[in-house]
């Protein structure tokens, strides 16, 4: 049995696959991402969840994907956690998210883009992944992902830039008060997915003029920075993975058209599609 994951800071999907490729379970923990949740986090989030639990000793592989997991201290310890836990596993594989996205999204040449909780882009060759700017986080970069949205929410709320009619309904489903919000930022653990729950306030909102115009200025500045930095992009389909693309395809499609970008497949779960490459490259070819 090989067990799949596909992990950010917000959640993280599992799916437990049989030698055939049928599936026996799909369950769901929350997110293990080990550039910045603390070992002990990590291994109380496994935990807790009776599917992991009660299969820990039976699963032979282990292929996680996660966001954190590009650099190779919070990988090596990820991978610890998990050898940990699922005792009998004879192959524990950690890799970045990014390599999740490009098997969810295609298995030809493009460029493959992350909008979640973080964001981030790679091209796809055919064969390897190339990075040409690495990501810094959720303070410098991470344009058009949850935490960018939440950040801007709030700004716009505290400068008065937000709609009245929008900011008596934010008042409604948050504590925006001062003193709860810098705690959540300065004082407890992060602060990336604190911020990215506000930005469920747009995607769930009936959207408006206000949200249209917010979401319109991020993926233009992912697409600027994080989409025509790569040459190839002219030549390529550019694919996006995660929930802020899927409820935002009008307007990703609106902005790489001034560039004559193609549009390629919008997946908002990528769980999904990676079963479908192991059914067919991994487990097939065995």
Not at 18 to 40: H, Q
Not at 49 to 78: H, Q, R, W
Not at 185 to 193: E, G, I, V
Not at 252 to 271: E, F, M
Request: with cysteine; proline share 3%; glycine share 6%.
């Amino acid at each position: 049995m090989i067990l799949i994951s596909d992990g950010g800071s917000t959640k993280c999907d599992w799916i437990l696959l049989d030698d055939s490729g049928e599936i026996i379970f799909k369950t769901r923990t929350k997110g293990l991402n080990p550039a910045v949740f603390e070992k002990s986090l990590l291994e109380e989030r496994i935990r807790a969840n009776e599917e992991l639990t009660s299969y820990s000793n039976k699963i032979d592989k282990v292929n996680f994907y996660g966001a954190g997991c590009g650099t190779k201290k919070p990988a090596a310890m990820l991978k610890k956690v998990l050898e940990e836990f699922f005792t009998n596993a004879t192959e524990v594989i950690v890799q970045e998210d990014m390599v999740a996205a490009v098997y969810a999204a295609t298995t030809e040449p493009g460029i493959v883009c992350i909008l979640g909780t973080g964001s981030n882009s790679c091209y796809f060759d055919g064969d390897h992944i190339h990075m040409t700017v690495d990501s810094l986080g959720y303070i410098l970069m991470d344009e058009a992902s949850g935490n960018y949205f939440g950040k801007r929410l709030i700004r716009d709320y505290y400068y008065k830039r937000m709609p009245q009619e929008v900011a008596s309904e934010f008042e409604k489903r948050f504590d925006l008060s001062s003193d709860a919000i810098k705690e959540n930022l300065y004082k407890k653990d992060n602060p990336n997915t604190y911020l990215a729950t506000f930005a469920e306030f747009i995607f769930t909102s009936e959207r408006n003029g206000y949200f249209y115009k917010i979401v319109t200025e991020g993926i233009q500045e992912f697409v600027e920075n994080r989409v025509l930095c790569f040459p190839e992009a002219q030549n390529v389909p550019i694919h996006f993975i995660g929930s802020i693309a899927h409820f935002s395809e009008d307007i990703i499609r609106a902005a790489v058209w001034p560039y004559h970008l193609t549009v390629g497949n919008i997946v908002r779960r990528p769980i999904d599609g990676i079963i479908d490459y192991y059914r067919n490259e991994v487990i097939m070819k065995n």
